[in-house]
């Protein structure tokens, strides 16, 4: 239902309205921006990616479902906007039943189609949700090695000097 609830469309919008909010404020820092998002967020932070490539040059995905459908509004139809100087990550889980091997296949024939610069791995014994520590499926070793690419990324990406 949440899913359904929610179209990239509604959230590039929202995001729209928080970057128009963020450029007023005299405290926020000029520059790049990077976004992160699990499970149903990780189809948005690619769509939001794509949507505003000139101010995203870092993007993470974990467990994210949905980022390809035969929806006109999919996620991954905004991958040919991205720009080089953005990257993206997307780690899965190795055992989920709500992004299947087919789904991950799509995701990465797009972004070797169009270049994109990526990293996109299973992370072995892993289940979805793996990432939150109240979850059933938390897996310790894989939720510091997300964090560590995270930041790694965002500190690549976005530090200013």
Do not use: M, R, W
């Given at each position: 239902e949440l899913l359904q609830a929610h179209t990239n469309a509604m959230i590039v919008a929202d995001t729209r309205a928080l970057i128009a909010w963020l450029d007023a404020q005299p405290a926020a820092a000029p520059g790049p921006m990077g976004c992160i998002g699990y499970c149903m967020s990780g189809k948005f932070v690619l769509a939001v990616t794509g949507s505003f490539p000139e101010r995203f040059k870092a993007m993470a995905s974990l467990y994210g479902v949905s980022h390809v459908t035969r929806g006109a509004d999919s996620a991954h139809l905004r991958i040919?906007?991205?720009?080089?100087?953005?990257?993206?990550?997307?780690?899965?889980?190795?055992?989920?039943?709500?992004?299947?091997?087919?789904?991950?296949?799509?995701?990465?024939?797009?972004?070797?189609?169009?270049?994109?610069?990526?990293?996109?791995?299973?992370?072995?014994?892993?289940?979805?949700?793996?990432?939150f520590p109240e979850r059933m499926g938390y897996h310790h070793a894989a939720a510091e090695h997300h964090w560590d690419i995270a930041f790694e990324l965002f500190d690549r990406k976005l530090k200013h000097e």
């Open positions: 040919p906007n991205i720009l080089p100087d953005c990257s993206l990550y997307f780690g899965f889980a190795e055992h989920d039943p709500y992004v299947p091997d087919a789904e991950i296949a799509a995701l990465d024939a797009a972004l070797k189609q169009h270049g994109a610069d990526y990293v996109l791995e299973k992370i072995p014994g892993t289940h979805h949700g793996f990432a």
